[in-house]
């Protein structure tokens, strides 16, 4: 459980393996509102999967971070945020954070990452494990400061789950007495960190405040000013005033290069202090000449004098008895808010403060659309000395002259940039665009970037028909998406309120639907929003009867439908197991509709089977469409589709193969779930086939087969005859296939022989042996058998050799022998090669890796380059080409590392690989 200071509509999570020497899989991850404050319980419709790059899952490298893609989610500020993460398996080396006087909540062995009832988590402590920090976005923080030090600044020692840090308080009178600062607060309070000395391998104390400033502080996303207290854990372990002014030294260097405002904070008293042994005078001393010089070095860009607010007038050696915990080290509640009291609020705002803000419409099919940035300087007298601004679009998405620069912006002034956008020949119905800034304030350096995601495509295009029953609902169509944004208040027996993007009397029976949901943000987080499939005998028809299959945000897959005359949606299934983006399909049989859903488009899980009133045998409106179900608010649903497809969808098939007299029998079905195989011996009865089938007796029996697919269709029967026990001589022996050409190292196949018997009908089950010469079959053996099937044919292993030459082949049974056509081997015409370099660069203070590849071989290759920031590919490099790839770290210091190339070509697999320095 984490507590916000920022309000906003976008999250995402960092999540950390720094101290591990292994990866690390986080399985699952989720973000939420609490219900209550303190509470594991989540607040209705607030529930978000995180996923990563599109999936749930994740594998984080060696002392390695990732960040989750960005969720929509109304944040408010100052409050309890719940994210849950799932880790299989025993964990070692794992990120944590020790002291958070906070109740967090915990679950052994089972993944609850979606469970929405405190119930589900039944153990307690006070550590959370692998989150390092949550971005929220969208809202009016222009900035973070970001508070450094030890256990005081981590939390001192307030009321437990009450949100009393200091650093808590401070967010609290920004936000009450200096909102026009629109300034976040971030903790990177440590208990027991020491600014010079790290801790040991795994203890909490972490590593020295000098080695993470960097990371803690610098790496924080928006960070604008830090405020520095830390050195009383130095002085308790007796390290003098020199060596702690050097580590502060340090620290400020690396704030003002990265343009961070940096404030120091003087150290709070100790003497009488109960936490450690042999406290002395000496200690104070030392202790008094770091505030000394904190105070009058102007070293600092400003000073809290911590210490001033915080000792007894009386015996100023010690915390005032009012502000003190009871160990004379930390304050308690009333300590902490006269800590953020002391702060001077003027003083976190960087001189000439900026706020820039960004707006995008969507982009139509031959309608340019204007896109505008306005630069506002905040402060009443500091002059902003320059504003760059530059549009990031996609390819596909075009701008004339994306970047914009502004000078000398006067106080209280604004200034606007504007951009024509059009779209050319972009795929989607939406593009994630955003607009990176950097301001420069009387010398200091801000960077920023805000994001949007607009439409883009034709509002219309045939054979699509729309309908809505939502005024200013919006479409967009795309040669690669379908797009929808609506309202719709309710989508429920009587009430249908949604829009749709259909094709009339596209589904007849026997035909089967399917598209991918890409991904569905319900602006009011409604838990019953819809995006998915429809089919209607008249989707523009009010009262007409209908099936939908739709993804909902929090309650799965779901499939609704009207049982009765009246069109009233009345029945229901679902399964709250899908969430994210899902594959959706329905298969039409009759006038029956079954529904089913699959993460991966592989494994598919039936909802539901719905047999709507009102249909008959004529093929159906059939589309996707979407609905708010906001409950009359005025939020919208936003979607996404892609793959949407109709087709007819042929019964299933099954195969059958004798060995001597027992049969085999497999199946498939055309792109949907197999049911089952039957089998019928002679006249009887079918049966459901679970193993190989047995003939009884000696004498010839017909056995026959089919297979039945999960719409109940049932696919033609197959007959294959066993021949009596005693009809295994064989009078002739055929070779079959043709001669093949291939490269070492490859397999071919394709050949084999035909058993008859005298009359010249195939013998089936009879084994054939097989006998390879200058090359071996699959698994490097020499010699391999096979049965004959209902042809009477025995397929030879396939068969390869790593060496050029001629392999011969025969078939043997019985004593005959025949050879099969030859394979020849010839070795590969050239090698693949390439050129790798690598290097690293700064972009708004976070470091990106860039990787040139040069394809040096005589022929096209594709490419797959990885670091360990990601992995990314082209489909086809042309000889001599040279291709270039950016992998944002998305962390302000990275160390050295290799980049590794693999090439494919007809040539064979290679690869290469580039280093690239450390920054």
């Known amino acids: 459980m984490l507590r916000t200071t ?59 971070q990732v960040v989750s893609d960005v969720v929509q989610l109304e944040v408010p500020s100052d409050s309890d945020l719940l994210v849950t993460t799932f880790a299989p398996g025993a964990q070692t080396g794992r990120s944590y954070h020790a002291k958070t006087d906070q109740t967090q909540f915990h679950a052994v062995g089972t993944n609850v990452v979606d469970a929405t009832a405190a119930s589900a988590f039944p153990l307690s402590q006070d550590t959370w494990y692998f989150v390092t920090a949550v971005d929220v976005s969208g809202g009016p923080a222009r900035g973070t400061v970001v508070t450094f030090g030890d256990s005081i600044t981590d939390s001192g020692r307030p009321t437990r789950n009450a949100n009393r840090r200091y650093p808590n308080f401070l967010a609290r009178r920004i936000l009450a007495e200096a909102p026009h600062a629109q300034l976040a607060v971030a903790n990177a309070g440590i208990s027991g960190n020491q600014l010079l000395t790290d801790a040991a391998a795994g203890a909490q104390q972490g590593p020295a405040g000098v080695s993470r400033f960097a990371r803690d502080v610098l790496g924080v996303t928006g960070v604008t000013t830090a405020i520095v207290l830390e050195g009383t854990n130095d002085l308790a372990r007796n390290r003098t005033a020199p060596e702690i002014i050097t580590g502060l030294q340090s620290v400020i260097a690396e704030a003002r290069a990265a343009g961070v405002k940096v404030i120091g904070g003087t150290i709070l008293p100790f003497e009488g202090g109960t936490i450690w042994q042999g406290i002395t005078p000496a200690m104070d001393v030392q202790r008094e000449a770091v505030n000394e010089w904190i105070r009058t070095s102007g070293a600092f860009d400003d000073v809290i004098d911590f210490d001033l607010a915080m000792r007894d007038p009386a015996n100023p050696k010690r915390l005032l008895p009012a502000y003190d915990s009871g160990d004379r080290v930390h304050p308690n509640d009333a300590g902490n808010a006269a800590m953020a009291a002391a702060v001077d609020l003027t003083a976190l705002v960087v001189p000439g403060g900026s706020a820039v803000t960004f707006s995008a419409s969507g982009v139509r099919t031959g309608e340019p659309s204007t896109w505008s940035a306005t630069v506002a300087n905040l402060s009443s007298t500091g002059t902003i000395d320059s504003a760059n601004l530059t549009l990031n679009v996609p390819d596909g998405i075009v701008v004339e002259s994306p970047s ?18 059009s779209a050319a020949g972009f ?229 059958a193969a004798v060995d001597g007299r027992t049969v085999s029998l497999t199946a498939a079905a055309d792109g949907i779930e197999l049911s089952r195989i039957e089998y019928m011996i002679a006249d009887g009865a079918w049966q459901t086939y679970a193993e190989p089938v047995t003939a009884e007796g000696v004498d010839a029996v017909s056995i026959s087969y089919r297979a039945v697919d999960s719409r109940g269709v049932t696919g033609p029967v197959g007959t294959i005859k066993v021949a009596n026990a005693d009809s295994t001589t064989a009078a002739g022996l055929e070779a079959l296939g043709t001669a093949k050409t291939v490269l070492t190292g490859d397999q071919a196949g394709g050949i084999g022989a035909r058993v008859v018997d005298a009359a010249g009908g195939p013998v089936v089950g009879a084994r054939v042996t097989f006998t390879a010469s200058g090359g071996e079959f699959a698994g490097g053996v020499a010699e391999a058998t096979a049965l004959t099937n209902a042809a009477g044919i025995a397929v030879a292993p396939l068969v390869s ?111 290469a690989a580039g280093a690239y320095e450390g920054r």
């Open 427 to 655: 795929p989607k119905a939406f593009a994630d665009v955003s607009l990176s800034s950097t301001v420069v304030v009387e010398g200091d350096i801000r960077h920023d970037e805000s994001s949007e995601r607009i439409m883009v495509g034709a509002e219309s295009a045939a054979p699509w028909q729309t309908y809505s029953t939502e005024p200013g609902a919006e479409f967009a169509f795309a040669s690669a998406q379908i797009g929808l944004r609506t309202t719709g208040r309710d989508f429920s027996k009587a009430s249908r309120y949604f829009s749709a993007a259909y094709q009339p009397g596209v589904l007849a029976d026997g035909a089967s639907m399917v598209t991918h949901v890409d991904f569905q943000d319900s602006e009011g987080a409604r838990p019953w929003a819809r995006s998915g499939l429809m089919v209607s005998t008249g989707v523009a028809t009010v009262g007409s009867p209908m099936a939908v299959l739709a993804l909902t945000p929090s309650n799965g897959c779901a499939l609704t439908w009207n049982s009765k005359s009246t069109g009233s949606l009345d029945t229901h299934r679902n399964n709250a197991t899908f969430t994210g983006s899902a594959w959706l399909r329905m298969d039409r049989v009759g006038s029956t509709f079954i529904g089913s859903c699959s993460q991966d488009g592989q494994s598919w899980t039936t909802i539901g089977t719905a047999t709507p009133t009102g249909f008959d045998a004529s093929p159906s409106d059939a589309g996707v469409f979407s609905s708010a179900v906001n409950s009359g608010g005025a939020d919208s649903v936003v979607a996404g589709f892609s793959k949407w497809a109709v087709r007819t969808v042929a019964a299933p098939r099954a195969w």
């Open 801 to 911: 050799s790593s060496a050029a030459g001629v392999i011969t082949v025969t078939a043997g049974l019985a004593g005959n022998l025949v050879e099969l056509p030859t394979v020849t081997v010839t070795a590969p015409a050239s090698a693949l090669h390439a050129s790798v370099s690598a290097s690293t660069r700064a972009v708004s203070g976070k470091v990106v890796v860039t990787v040139d590849v040069v394809n040096e071989s005589e022929e096209p290759v594709s490419l797959k380059v990885a670091t360990r920031y990601g992995t990314k590919s082209v489909a086809q490099v042309a000889a001599g080409e040279s291709v270039s790839f950016d992998f944002k770290t998305y962390l302000a210091a990275i160390p050295a590392g290799t980049a590794t190339v693999t090439m494919v070509g007809s040539a064979g697999t290679s690869s």
């Open 404 to 421: 914009v620069s502004f000078e000398d912006i006067a106080p209280g002034t604004t200034q606007t940039a504007t951009w024509r956008v």
């Open 6 to 64: 920022a309000a906003g509509d976008k999250v995402r999570v960092h999540l950390s393996n720094d101290f591990n020497s292994t990866p690390m899989t986080i399985s699952a991850s989720s973000v939420a509102l609490s219900a209550t404050p303190g509470s594991a319980d989540v607040a209705e419709g607030t529930l978000r999967p995180l996923t990563f790059d599109g999936e749930r899952s994740i594998t984080i490298p060696p002392y390695g």
